[in-house]
C-alpha cells in the first residue's frame, strides 16, 4: 500500500533552515508527483508547491520562491523540502503528499512534520 | 492567485441529518475541484476529485457536484466519524489554492 513517512518534529531558531523528509514506498517513486502542503496552528491548509519525482521539475508557490527547495532522491525514493530564512509565522505542521497520477490531486499524505520557529 | 471561499464557516448539525457545503471560486476552474476530510491532529484525507469523482473507498453518502465557480459536498446521512473539518481545493491553476474550511460539529 502506499506510505509516505515523514521525518520527525523539528524546533528552529529565526533565521534557520530546515529540510523535512518524506520517504515513500508501496509505489513507483518516479511515477508521480510530490506536493509539500502547510497548516499553522489552528490554521487552514496552505499549498507550498510540487516536484516531479520523475523529472525534478518544479513549481513554487510565489510566496515562497527564494525560500523554499524542493528536491528528491531517486534512490531511496524519498522527497525534501527545504525552507530558508525561517520566521515565527513558518511554525506550522508540513505534509508531503503524492498525486494521484497526472492531475496533481493530492491523493495521499504523510502524517506530517511539526516545525516550531522560537527563539 | 484563485481565492476558495466555503461556507458556512462552521455548522452544527445531528447523527442522521443531511448537511451541504458551498465553496465558490473568484474565477471559473472548470471542475478541477477537489474535496478533503481533516480531523484534529491527523492530515487531510482526500474524498472527491474533479468536482464529483468519489475516492474509492469513500462513502457514497459523500457527493461533490458542481462546475465553473460554485460547488458544493453533501453528505446525506451524517455518521458520528463525519465530524471533521471539510476543505475544498482548486487544482485549475497553480498556486492550488483551498478554502478556509468549514468546521463540521455535532450539535
Known amino acids: 500500500q502506499v506510505q509516505l513517512v515523514q521525518s520527525g518534529a523539528e524546533v528552529k531558531k529565526p533565521g534557520a533552515s530546515v529540510k523535512v523528509s518524506c520517504k515513500a514506498s508501496g509505489y513507483t517513486f518516479t511515477s508521480y508527483t510530490i506536493t509539500w502542503v502547510r497548516q499553522a496552528p489552528g490554521q487552514g491548509l496552505e499549498w507550498m508547491g510540487w516536484i516531479s519525482a520523475y523529472n525534478g521539475n518544479t513549481n513554487y508557490a510565489q510566496k515562497f520562491q527564494g525560500r523554499v527547495t524542493m528536491t528528491t532522491d531517486t534512490s531511496t525514493s524519498t522527497a525534501y523540502m527545504e525552507l530558508r530564512s525561517l520566521r515565527s509565522d513558518d511554525t506550522a505542521a508540513y505534509y508531503c503528499?503524492?498525486?494521484?497520477?497526472?492531475?496533481?490531486?493530492?491523493?495521499?499524505w504523510g502524517q506530517g512534520t511539526l516545525v516550531t520557529v522560537s527563539s | 492567485d484563485i481565492q476558495m471561499t466555503q461556507s458556512p464557516a462552521s455548522l452544527s448539525a445531528s447523527v442522521g441529518d443531511r448537511v451541504t457545503i458551498t465553496c465558490r471560486a473568484s474565477?471559473?476552474?472548470?471542475?478541477?475541484l477537489n474535496w478533503y476530510q481533516q480531523k484534529p491532529g491527523k492530515a487531510p484525507k482526500f474524498l472527491i476529485s474533479a468536482a464529483s469523482s468519489l475516492q474509492s473507498g469513500v462513502p457514497s453518502r459523500f457527493t461533490g457536484s458542481g462546475s465553473g465557480t460554485d460547488f458544493t459536498l453533501t453528505i446525506s446521512s451524517l455518521q458520528p466519524e463525519d465530524f471533521a473539518t471539510y476543505y475544498c481545493?482548486?487544482?485549475?491553476?497553480?498556486?492550488?489554492?483551498f478554502g478556509q474550511g468549514t468546521k463540521l460539529e455535532i450539535k
Open positions: 503528499a503524492r498525486d494521484l497520477g497526472g492531475n496533481y490531486v493530492m491523493g495521499y
Open positions: 474565477q471559473s476552474i472548470s471542475s478541477y
Open positions: 481545493q482548486q487544482s485549475y491553476s497553480t498556486p492550488y489554492t
